[in-house]
């Protein structure tokens, strides 16, 4: 099985930058979707961006631009680059691993984004 731990959440403010690391671990299989969710509260989780073992990216529209995903194969850790922040981008923010029928979740960090 594989274990996915996310780590760079933090307290930001307007325009501000942050990373996101996601950690995985375990045996990763060629064929896996990795992707970064978010949650902020009283709404559902939603997909931020994903990236594929092929290196195909995908984005929310709300975050275009401003976000972009990438991966180290040899740490097997994917980043998420998180630029020019708005207060609505403040939520949990979670790492997902899937391939196959198989998926596992991180814990989630919190980013937020105030002044």
């Known amino acids: 099985q594989v274990q996915v731990v996310e780590s760079g959440g933090g307290l930001v403010q307007p325009g501000g930058s942050l990373r996101l690391s996601c950690a995985a671990s375990?045996?990763?299989?060629?064929?896996?979707?990795m992707g970064w969710y978010r949650q902020a509260p009283e709404k559902q989780r939603e997909l931020v961006a994903s990236?594929?073992?092929?290196?195909?990216?995908n984005y929310a529209d709300s975050v275009k631009g401003r976000f972009t995903i990438s991966r180290d194969n040899a740490k097997n850790t994917v980043y998420l680059q998180m630029n020019s922040l708005k207060p609505e981008d403040t939520a949990v923010y979670y790492c997902h691993y899937a391939v196959g029928t198989f998926g596992s979740w991180g814990q989630g960090t919190q980013v937020t984004v105030s002044s």
């Open positions: 990236i594929t073992s092929g290196g195909s990216r």
């Open positions: 375990g045996s990763i299989f060629r064929g896996y979707v």
